[in-house]
């Protein structure tokens, strides 16, 4: 016999009342009642239907157009550039190859920024304690919703509940106060590379799922400064990435505190906006202050010999970030993948009419893929025979490959290529009579691929901006949210007041941005003095 796990979340959805058998001790813990089973039963069968849909629209390569249908476009490009595809549990995904690959780009550039900033790969059980979940209050509080909990394994009644990691704060602090005794033993700076768990109800590929990949960052430091530091330090690292890899400009800031994580002092966040004007919460850095290590004790004895607790810090980018790549680029036409982080750069497609043209173009397809792999740039060929050359062309723009040369017998005695571009359409991206020539053609390449990934942050940096409403009262501000945009504004206002705004228009303070007006101005809601500005939008 396996593992049993009970969802928490449930208890949000469903009513309480359950048979004795499926009772247990912790009330925020219930089974599925009966009563209700045939809703579920519904639901699922609604959710397959859809799932369903996708993928016979996949089959027959047909996408929603992203400037009339935005969520039906995502995913349509999800299924048919093979980036994921639905799980056998509802709301879990399969990451496929060419998706899985973006992840692994992402790895590569953030694992030497973290190896550069002294921070050490680990790996922690993913099993965790339930009494180390409750002893943090405000953390317990905050994920009991979407917890998953193993209450039997081997057949057998656990003596004590296991948590399915949602997040690790509360077993790196185990650890941590078996390995720190003396302020010679800090800072302590790890990163672990691992799957999460959170029982969501409302799920959508890469952006919310039951499961996801992630890093979190774990550091323990002697002082404050140090940790609000190490804080700002990866909230930096993660807002260069997006800026410099998928060319996406997010804006960095404080979180307000209704916001804050469960457990944290404070958190900084970089958010993104979508190409339907939803924000995305890209990348997040807590300073958790002493609320985790006071929860379990992690003390370390300063040089005086004086007993103190530690000051943390955690902090997270998720697959959700592929979510992010997928919409902010893209056209009706599918996918549009920044060349830093795209699996493959050029694609190459051979053209030829007659057997005996086959042969030597072929040879000159072969010749330009090895020369730009020695170059350093991630290249394919598409020589399939079953299919047309038109179709290889619409099936790589849909898969947001950014360059695409074509080779045929003309060009191989030309000794050229014609050159396309994912992120120019039409006749105005594509150049003919490119030199086949190693050191030129690369070259060019090169250049046309740094064009493209600055031309992608420009394009999203324009539609940033010119959907950014500065308002000044709270019925500008939800005019703003009710045309889809975001509302900037200045904000003093109390917890009560924000979550007012939450529930009158669906917006969420999404940060305080670093960068702040010099001036003091009144507060859009209560009219008070405000020293800041705050960002509103509705999120995904």
Request: positive net charge; proline residues 7%.
């Given at each position: 016999m396996g593992v049993i796990i009970r969802l928490s979340s449930l208890t949000t959805i469903f009513t309480t009342t359950t048979?004795?058998?499926?009772?247990?001790?912790?009330?925020?813990?219930?089974?599925?009642?009966?009563?209700?089973?045939?809703?579920?039963?519904?639901s699922t069968a609604i959710a397959t239907e859809e799932i369903e849909e996708r993928r016979e629209k996949k089959k027959a390569g047909v996408i929603a157009p992203r400037s009339q249908d935005f969520?039906?476009?995502?995913?349509?490009?999800?299924?048919?550039?093979?980036?994921?595809?639905?799980?056998?549990?509802r709301g879990t995904m399969v990451i496929r190859p060419y998706g899985y690959a973006i992840w692994e780009a992402i790895q590569d550039y953030l694992n030497v920024k973290f190896k550069?900033?002294?921070?050490?790969?680990?790996?922690f059980p993913q099993l965790i304690p339930y009494s180390f979940i409750e002893?943090?209050?405000?953390?317990?509080?905050g994920f009991s919703p979407e917890l998953a909990v193993v209450t039997i394994g081997g057949g057998k009644e656990l003596e004590e509940k296991l948590v399915v990691r949602p997040t690790s704060e509360t077993i790196v602090n185990h650890m941590f106060t078996q390995w720190i005794h003396s302020y010679r033993d800090l800072p302590l700076m790890i990163n672990q590379w691992v799957n999460v768990t959170r029982w969501e109800m409302r799920t959508k590929p890469f952006v919310r799922t039951l499961e996801f990949l992630w890093q979190e960052g774990h550091t323990a430091h002697a002082t404050p400064e140090e940790a609000e530091k190490e804080a700002l330090q990866m909230i930096d690292i993660y807002t260069k990435f997006a800026y410099e890899q998928a060319a996406i400009p997010v804006i960095a800031g404080r979180k307000s505190k209704v916001e804050t994580f469960a457990g944290a002092a404070k958190t900084y966040t970089i958010e993104a906006m979508m190409g339907d004007c939803k924000a995305l919460q890209a990348g997040t850095s807590h300073n958790l202050g002493q609320n985790f290590s006071r929860a379990f004790g992690t003390q370390f004895a300063d040089e005086n010999g004086q007993r103190e607790h530690v000051w943390q810090t955690s902090w997270a980018i998720s697959t959700r970030f592929v979510g992010g790549i997928i919409m902010t680029h893209g056209d009706d036409a599918g996918l549009m993948l920044p060349p830093k982080l795209a699996p493959?750069?050029?694609?190459?497609?051979?053209?030829?009419?007659?057997?005996?043209?086959?042969?030597?173009?072929?040879?000159?397809?072969?010749s330009v893929k090895e020369s730009l792999q020695t170059a350093g740039i991630r290249v394919k060929?598409?020589?399939?025979?079953?299919?047309?050359?038109?179709?290889?062309?619409?099936?790589?723009?849909?898969?947001?490959?950014?360059?695409?040369?074509?080779i045929?017998?003309?060009?191989?005695?030309?000794?050229?290529?014609?050159?396309?571009?994912?992120?120019?359409?039409?006749?105005?991206?594509?150049?003919?009579?490119v030199s086949m020539e190693s050191s030129t053609l690369v070259a060019y390449l090169k250049d046309k691929l740094d064009e493209i990934q600055l031309a992608l942050l420009s394009t999203a940096t324009s539609f940033r901006d010119s959907n950014i409403v500065d308002v000044s009262t709270y019925d500008e501000l939800k005019e703003a949210i009710s045309q889809g945009k975001w509302a900037r504004g200045p904000w003093s206002g109390s917890d009560e007041d924000e979550l007012k705004v939450k529930e009158e228009t669906g917006a969420t303070i999404r940060c305080f941005p670093f960068e702040q007006p010099n001036e003091t101005q009144n507060c859009l809601m209560s009219g008070n003095s405000a020293d800041e500005v705050a960002i509103f939008a509705k999120s995904y």
């Open positions: 048979s004795a058998a499926f009772r247990t001790p912790s009330p925020f813990f219930t089974r599925l009642p009966l009563r209700r089973l045939s809703a579920a039963k519904l969520n039906g476009w995502y995913l349509d490009v999800i299924a048919n550039a093979e980036l994921a595809d639905y799980g056998p549990v550069e900033t002294g921070h050490s790969n680990m790996y002893k943090e209050a405000s953390h317990v509080e493959i750069q050029v694609i190459i497609i051979p053209i030829w009419k007659k057997t005996d043209e086959k042969t030597g173009v072929l040879a000159a397809a072969l060929i598409d020589d399939s025979e079953q299919k047309t050359p038109g179709w290889k062309f619409n099936f790589w723009e849909m898969k947001g490959v950014p360059l695409r040369i074509e045929g017998p003309r060009d191989v005695s030309s000794e050229s290529v014609v050159i396309s571009r994912r992120d120019v359409p039409g006749k105005q991206g594509k150049v003919f009579g």
